[in-house]
Protein backbone atom coordinates (compact mmCIF):
# COMPACT_ATOMS: atom_id res chain seq x y z
CA UNK A 1 0.00 0.00 0.00
CA UNK A 2 3.43 2.58 -0.24
CA UNK A 3 2.75 3.01 3.97
CA UNK A 4 6.78 2.22 5.36
CA UNK A 5 6.81 1.86 9.18
CA UNK A 6 8.38 4.91 10.56
CA UNK A 7 8.45 3.93 14.61
CA UNK A 8 8.59 0.48 16.08
CA UNK A 9 6.98 0.02 19.17
CA UNK A 10 5.71 -2.97 21.96
CA UNK A 11 2.82 -4.07 20.88
CA UNK A 12 3.23 -3.14 16.73
CA UNK A 13 4.21 -1.45 14.28
CA UNK A 14 3.10 2.19 14.40
CA UNK A 15 3.13 5.04 11.48
CA UNK A 16 2.64 8.62 12.02
CA UNK A 17 3.66 11.19 9.85
CA UNK A 18 1.55 13.99 9.90
CA UNK A 19 1.31 16.42 6.78
CA UNK A 20 -1.21 19.50 7.63
CA UNK A 21 -4.39 18.49 8.18
CA UNK A 22 -3.83 14.83 6.65
CA UNK A 23 -2.18 11.86 8.55
CA UNK A 24 -1.00 8.86 6.75
CA UNK A 25 -2.55 5.68 8.53
CA UNK A 26 -1.21 2.97 10.53
CA UNK A 27 -0.74 -0.07 11.56
CA UNK A 28 -2.35 -0.83 14.62
CA UNK A 29 -1.01 -0.44 17.85
CA UNK A 30 -2.90 -3.10 19.87
CA UNK A 31 -2.05 -2.32 23.61
CA UNK A 32 -3.23 1.33 22.67
CA UNK A 33 -6.58 0.90 24.87
CA UNK A 34 -9.04 3.88 25.70
CA UNK A 35 -8.60 4.98 29.59
CA UNK A 36 -10.65 3.08 31.82
CA UNK A 37 -13.82 5.24 31.99
CA UNK A 38 -17.50 3.68 33.39
CA UNK A 39 -19.97 3.08 30.67
CA UNK A 40 -23.40 4.16 30.70
CA UNK A 41 -26.84 2.32 31.31
CA UNK A 42 -28.63 2.97 28.38
CA UNK A 43 -32.14 2.85 27.35
CA UNK A 44 -33.16 1.17 23.44
CA UNK A 45 -35.99 1.43 21.46
CA UNK A 46 -37.92 1.22 18.04
CA UNK A 47 -38.70 4.54 16.65
CA UNK A 48 -39.97 6.39 13.38
CA UNK A 49 -39.09 9.85 11.57
CA UNK A 50 -40.58 11.04 8.78
CA UNK A 51 -38.34 11.69 5.25
CA UNK A 52 -40.77 13.36 2.73
CA UNK A 53 -43.76 12.17 3.01
CA UNK A 54 -42.11 8.59 3.96
CA UNK A 55 -41.99 7.21 7.66
CA UNK A 56 -38.32 5.35 7.90
CA UNK A 57 -37.86 3.48 10.79
CA UNK A 58 -34.93 3.64 13.05
CA UNK A 59 -32.85 1.70 16.51
CA UNK A 60 -32.29 4.47 19.04
CA UNK A 61 -30.35 4.13 21.87
CA UNK A 62 -30.01 6.83 24.87
CA UNK A 63 -27.16 6.90 27.54
CA UNK A 64 -27.77 7.59 30.80
CA UNK A 65 -26.93 11.14 31.47
CA UNK A 66 -27.71 14.40 33.11
CA UNK A 67 -26.81 16.56 30.31
CA UNK A 68 -27.55 16.77 26.59
CA UNK A 69 -25.33 14.17 24.91
CA UNK A 70 -23.25 14.11 21.50
CA UNK A 71 -24.96 11.84 18.80
CA UNK A 72 -23.92 9.26 16.15
CA UNK A 73 -25.57 8.05 12.97
CA UNK A 74 -25.16 4.44 12.54
CA UNK A 75 -24.92 3.46 8.79
CA UNK A 76 -25.92 -0.54 8.42
CA UNK A 77 -23.94 -2.64 5.99
CA UNK A 78 -25.56 -3.87 2.73
CA UNK A 79 -27.51 -6.48 4.89
CA UNK A 80 -29.76 -3.59 5.93
CA UNK A 81 -31.08 -3.47 9.42
CA UNK A 82 -30.18 -6.60 11.27
CA UNK A 83 -28.49 -8.30 14.04
CA UNK A 84 -25.22 -6.40 13.06
CA UNK A 85 -26.41 -2.84 13.94
CA UNK A 86 -28.00 -3.19 16.96
CA UNK A 87 -24.74 -4.07 18.96
CA UNK A 88 -22.88 -0.65 16.98
CA UNK A 89 -26.28 1.60 18.39
CA UNK A 90 -25.62 0.14 21.91
CA UNK A 91 -22.26 0.14 22.15
CA UNK A 92 -22.31 3.87 21.47
CA UNK A 93 -24.81 4.75 23.76
CA UNK A 94 -23.08 3.26 26.63
CA UNK A 95 -20.05 5.44 25.72
CA UNK A 96 -21.86 8.55 26.44
CA UNK A 97 -23.72 8.95 22.77
CA UNK A 98 -26.85 9.48 21.50
CA UNK A 99 -27.27 6.86 18.78
CA UNK A 100 -29.45 5.90 15.88
CA UNK A 101 -29.32 3.29 13.17
CA UNK A 102 -31.61 4.17 10.36
CA UNK A 103 -33.18 0.96 8.34
CA UNK A 104 -32.40 2.76 5.06
CA UNK A 105 -34.80 0.16 2.93
CA UNK A 106 -38.04 1.50 5.24
CA UNK A 107 -39.28 2.74 1.71
CA UNK A 108 -38.97 -0.83 0.70
CA UNK A 109 -40.81 -2.19 3.07
CA UNK A 110 -37.87 -2.61 5.72
CA UNK A 111 -35.09 -4.96 5.83
CA UNK A 112 -36.13 -8.19 4.67
CA UNK A 113 -35.36 -11.49 6.31
CA UNK A 114 -32.93 -12.74 3.58
CA UNK A 115 -30.06 -11.62 3.53
CA UNK A 116 -29.54 -12.01 -0.53
CA UNK A 117 -32.47 -9.99 -0.61
CA UNK A 118 -31.89 -7.18 1.17
CA UNK A 119 -28.36 -6.97 -0.87
CA UNK A 120 -30.09 -6.60 -4.15
CA UNK A 121 -32.49 -3.73 -2.56
CA UNK A 122 -29.58 -2.10 -0.93
CA UNK A 123 -27.59 -1.72 -4.09
CA UNK A 124 -31.03 -0.43 -6.13
CA UNK A 125 -31.60 2.56 -3.38
CA UNK A 126 -31.05 5.72 -4.75
CA UNK A 127 -28.05 7.77 -3.71
CA UNK A 128 -29.95 11.35 -3.39
CA UNK A 129 -33.11 9.36 -1.28
CA UNK A 130 -30.27 7.93 1.10
CA UNK A 131 -28.79 11.60 1.41
CA UNK A 132 -32.70 12.56 2.45
CA UNK A 133 -33.19 10.13 4.62
CA UNK A 134 -30.24 10.41 6.58
CA UNK A 135 -30.53 14.27 6.99
CA UNK A 136 -33.95 13.58 8.09
CA UNK A 137 -31.86 11.16 10.74
CA UNK A 138 -29.65 13.99 11.46
CA UNK A 139 -33.07 16.77 11.92
CA UNK A 140 -34.63 13.86 14.23
CA UNK A 141 -31.58 13.84 16.24
CA UNK A 142 -31.32 17.00 16.56
CA UNK A 143 -34.69 17.92 17.81
CA UNK A 144 -34.40 15.67 20.33
CA UNK A 145 -33.87 17.50 24.06
CA UNK A 146 -31.42 14.44 25.03
CA UNK A 147 -28.94 15.79 22.01
CA UNK A 148 -26.42 18.34 21.81
CA UNK A 149 -27.90 19.94 18.13
CA UNK A 150 -24.43 20.90 17.16
CA UNK A 151 -22.70 17.69 17.93
CA UNK A 152 -23.86 15.19 15.62
CA UNK A 153 -21.52 12.36 13.46
CA UNK A 154 -21.87 9.66 11.41
CA UNK A 155 -20.45 6.00 11.37
CA UNK A 156 -20.72 3.25 8.44
CA UNK A 157 -19.97 -0.44 8.31
CA UNK A 158 -18.92 -1.97 4.62
CA UNK A 159 -21.17 -0.35 2.51
CA UNK A 160 -22.68 1.62 4.95
CA UNK A 161 -19.06 2.77 5.56
CA UNK A 162 -18.88 4.08 1.71
CA UNK A 163 -22.34 5.97 3.21
CA UNK A 164 -20.58 7.53 5.74
CA UNK A 165 -18.03 9.05 3.54
CA UNK A 166 -20.57 9.86 0.56
CA UNK A 167 -22.54 11.88 3.30
CA UNK A 168 -19.89 13.61 4.43
CA UNK A 169 -19.87 15.13 1.29
CA UNK A 170 -23.41 16.22 1.30
CA UNK A 171 -23.55 17.47 5.07
CA UNK A 172 -20.94 20.35 5.81
CA UNK A 173 -23.07 20.63 9.21
CA UNK A 174 -21.49 17.30 11.08
CA UNK A 175 -18.33 17.16 13.77
CA UNK A 176 -17.39 13.71 12.62
CA UNK A 177 -17.51 10.74 10.57
CA UNK A 178 -15.71 7.21 10.86
CA UNK A 179 -15.60 5.09 7.75
CA UNK A 180 -15.24 1.59 8.80
CA UNK A 181 -14.01 -0.41 5.41
CA UNK A 182 -16.09 1.29 3.24
CA UNK A 183 -14.81 2.53 -0.37
CA UNK A 184 -14.54 6.33 -1.15
CA UNK A 185 -16.84 9.01 -2.66
CA UNK A 186 -16.36 10.79 -5.84
CA UNK A 187 -13.37 12.25 -5.50
CA UNK A 188 -14.63 15.91 -6.87
CA UNK A 189 -16.39 16.01 -3.64
CA UNK A 190 -13.85 16.08 -1.18
CA UNK A 191 -13.68 18.89 -1.25
CA UNK A 192 -17.04 19.66 0.37
CA UNK A 193 -15.99 17.74 3.83
CA UNK A 194 -16.07 20.22 6.45
CA UNK A 195 -16.03 17.39 9.54
CA UNK A 196 -13.19 15.98 10.92
CA UNK A 197 -12.77 11.74 9.40
CA UNK A 198 -11.35 8.85 10.96
CA UNK A 199 -10.79 5.56 8.95
CA UNK A 200 -10.69 1.85 9.85
CA UNK A 201 -9.64 -0.68 7.91
CA UNK A 202 -8.69 -4.48 7.74
CA UNK A 203 -5.21 -5.77 6.30
CA UNK A 204 -6.62 -8.67 5.10
CA UNK A 205 -9.15 -6.45 2.56
CA UNK A 206 -7.28 -5.90 -0.66
CA UNK A 207 -10.46 -4.93 -2.36
CA UNK A 208 -10.89 -1.89 -0.23
CA UNK A 209 -7.38 -1.44 0.55
CA UNK A 210 -6.72 -1.70 -3.14
CA UNK A 211 -7.99 2.26 -2.97
CA UNK A 212 -6.55 3.46 -0.42
CA UNK A 213 -3.43 4.71 -1.33
CA UNK A 214 -5.13 7.08 -4.24
CA UNK A 215 -8.26 8.09 -1.82
CA UNK A 216 -5.35 9.56 0.49
CA UNK A 217 -3.55 11.36 -2.22
CA UNK A 218 -7.04 12.74 -3.33
CA UNK A 219 -7.67 13.80 0.79
CA UNK A 220 -4.93 15.44 1.30
CA UNK A 221 -4.95 17.29 -1.69
CA UNK A 222 -8.83 18.21 -1.10
CA UNK A 223 -7.11 19.12 2.55
CA UNK A 224 -9.67 17.06 4.63
CA UNK A 225 -8.24 15.98 8.15
CA UNK A 226 -8.72 12.50 7.50
CA UNK A 227 -6.29 9.68 9.74
CA UNK A 228 -6.92 5.93 9.15
CA UNK A 229 -5.66 2.82 10.36
CA UNK A 230 -4.86 -0.16 8.55
CA UNK A 231 -5.64 -3.24 11.90
CA UNK A 232 -3.47 -6.15 11.14
CA UNK A 233 -4.62 -9.69 10.67
CA UNK A 234 -7.91 -8.91 10.19
CA UNK A 235 -10.60 -9.07 7.69
CA UNK A 236 -13.07 -7.05 5.81
CA UNK A 237 -15.94 -6.37 8.49
CA UNK A 238 -13.79 -7.49 11.54
CA UNK A 239 -15.53 -5.51 13.85
CA UNK A 240 -18.67 -6.96 13.46
CA UNK A 241 -17.50 -10.77 12.61
CA UNK A 242 -15.14 -10.53 15.74
CA UNK A 243 -12.72 -12.57 14.36
CA UNK A 244 -10.01 -11.44 16.33
CA UNK A 245 -11.80 -9.32 19.72
CA UNK A 246 -8.46 -7.98 21.06
CA UNK A 247 -8.67 -6.10 17.18
CA UNK A 248 -11.71 -5.29 17.06
CA UNK A 249 -11.33 -4.02 20.77
CA UNK A 250 -8.78 -1.50 19.95
CA UNK A 251 -10.53 -0.19 16.89
CA UNK A 252 -13.53 0.78 18.61
CA UNK A 253 -11.55 1.88 21.49
CA UNK A 254 -10.02 4.12 18.74
CA UNK A 255 -13.33 4.82 17.16
CA UNK A 256 -14.77 6.51 21.02
CA UNK A 257 -12.09 8.30 21.52
CA UNK A 258 -12.28 9.94 18.03
CA UNK A 259 -15.76 11.37 18.76
CA UNK A 260 -15.04 12.31 22.47
CA UNK A 261 -11.84 14.39 21.10
CA UNK A 262 -14.10 15.56 18.13
CA UNK A 263 -17.86 15.79 19.68
CA UNK A 264 -17.32 16.28 23.81
CA UNK A 265 -15.02 19.64 23.40
CA UNK A 266 -16.09 23.14 22.75
Known amino acids: MGIEPAVRRSGGLAVGVA ?4 AVGALAVLSARPAARPTADIHSEYVKYLSGKD ?3 AYLAYPERRDPAPAVIVIHDIYGMSDR ?3 AVEKLAREGFVAIGPDLLSRKGGTPAS ?11 NPDTITMDLDAAAAYLRALRAVRADRVAVIGFCWGGGQSFRYATNNPTLRAFVVCYGPGPDTAALRRIKAKGLGVYAENDARID ?3 PDLMTALKRSGVDYRFT ?4 VGHAFLQTLEKPEVADSAWGAVVRFFRGTLEGR
Do not use: E
Open 210 to 212: AGL
Open 115 to 125: ADDARRLILGL
Open 19 to 22: GGLF
Open 230 to 233: VYPG
Open 85 to 87: LRP
Open 55 to 57: SIT
